[in-house]
């Protein structure tokens, strides 16, 4: 009898703790740029950073309460990258470099950014375009080549290319749109979590 009065008792404070839990709760800090909210509905949950650029960082996935503690797995998240890559053309290059010339928009097809990107290249690191929107990059003849593309308030890209080829690249750039948690485990006692977040 006794444990089944005991039962009772961990199932009313569950309930009671997903009860408090449904809906959005939110950090806020000093500075008023930035805040952490998670926004929760039976048994999932969305997660956002953002500061005063907009969203920094975003996740989604399953949540559960067991006794006092809340447990977070990021394990829904999905990109909201909308950058998109366009190989133009390709001619093999039998030289001791290979030349990338990148052709660069916002997807409002209004303004182009000849200048102000830059490109990251594996065991390179970092290099600009040059006025011709072109980079040089060394021929080692190896299988592949990865191209990591950046630039300033859109979302970075990385490009897998076969080495060994000039290419023409078209990139149409999104609004950058925060980085992806991709399955990360949180935990959280229940009471700081609540002392913490403000339910909205």
Request: aromatic share 16%.
């Amino acid at each position: 009898m006794k444990f089944l009065f005991f039962l009772l008792i961990i199932i009313s404070y569950n309930l009671n703790s997903q009860s408090k839990f449904i809906g959005l709760h939110c950090k806020d800090y000093k500075t008023k740029d930035f805040s952490t909210c998670y926004n929760f509905n039976k048994g999932l949950f969305v997660y956002e950073h953002i500061g005063d650029i907009g969203v920094i960082e975003y996740g989604a996935g399953n949540y559960q309460i067991k006794n006092d503690s809340l447990f977070l797995n990021f394990d829904k998240t999905k990109s909201r990258n909308t950058s998109k890559v366009k190989l133009l053309s390709k001619t093999d290059s039998f030289k001791d470099s290979i030349q990338l010339k990148f052709i660069v928009r916002n997807q409002k097809q209004v303004l182009t950014y000849p200048y102000n990107g830059s490109i990251e290249i594996k065991d390179k690191g970092y290099t600009s375009l040059n006025k011709n929107n072109v980079v040089f990059v060394k021929n080692n003849f190896q299988d592949s080549i990865v191209i990591k593309y950046r630039n300033l308030g859109f979302d970075p890209l990385e490009i897998n290319l076969k080495s060994g080829r000039n290419y023409v690249i078209e990139i149409s750039l999104g609004d950058f749109s925060g980085k992806p948690i991709f399955y990360k485990k949180e935990y959280y006692k229940v009471e700081e979590f609540l002392n913490n977040y403000n339910k909205n």
